[in-house]
């Protein structure tokens, strides 16, 4: 049967199976951000080859129609995000957009006569962008993955892209290079900062260590979390993941932490050290601002 299929139904068929993805299926909240980044670019792809399908049947012959089509698509591209909200995803704005993008480039190539030159120039730019915009993303998970047993010493201009929370790259106190990484925080209940995704694969180390600037004259308790992918798509109960206080004197601090504790940390389970995820540093109950600095976090076998 699949020898008469010609090319077209083949491409019918295509756009039917790959449909439900826009509202089950797809890569999970941890994987790596160039997967979930590489998937959703696939909006543009899906409405290129739709749009181009549909005026195959149904040829485009004035600006009318082609307006009818762009009203259209954005009207259904507001419905699969609003739809997408009730089955645990999020409204994205950005995908609507490339959803145009698609569909503004199959018009171009079935009916550029009817459709002004400088819409289709400005499409091509934003795909062009978001191409860029991939490429980047593949490039800092590469080097994220592949730094070990480095995790972050904030020397690189591409430092910051996975780190949450108010830091930024410093000159004002640096253990080793150039920079550190400073974060302003508030005082509040739980002040602090994270990396997700860190480095991912932990096998093969017996410890994490960094250095931590305490700018205050007085000492401070910092907890430092750690966590697998299981336990960030779960309740992310407290007893599931490794936490641990450390007093910091004023000034420099370095912090050892044994990665045998790690793996034992979730209760009733090891923690799966080649899936770690997060690496978060806070203070609970932080009394007035402080501005903690990091540097030379890394993995070490001694």
Known sequence: MLKTLRPIHLLVLLLLAITPLFFVG?????????IRYGWNLGHSLFFFLAIGLYCRFRPITGWQQVSLVLVSIL??????????????????????????VGTTLALFWRARTHLHPSLSSFAALLLVLDLVGFAWTAHTDWRIQRQG???EDFERADAL???QGPIEQSQDWVIEGRYSGQAALRAGPSSGVSLAPTLTDWRGYTHLALQVHNPSDRQQMLTIRINDRAHE?????????????????????????????????PAGRAMAMDQIYRLGLFFAQLDQPLRLTLDDIRLSSD
């Open 26 to 34: 797809g890569p999970s909240a941890v994987a790596l951000p160039v």
């Open 75 to 100: 009207a259904v591209s507001l419905i699969i995000e609003l739809i997408q909200t009730q089955v645990g995803r999020e409204f994205s704005s950005q995908d609507m957009l490339r959803n145009l």
């Open 149 to 151: 047993p480095l995790i």
């Open 161 to 163: 892209p996975y780190w």
């Open 233 to 265: 798509t779960s309740a992310q109960a407290y007893t599931d993941r490794y936490n641990q206080s450390f007093e910091l004197s004023p000034g420099w601090n370095p912090i050892i932490v044994p990665l045998a504790q790690v793996q034992s940390a």
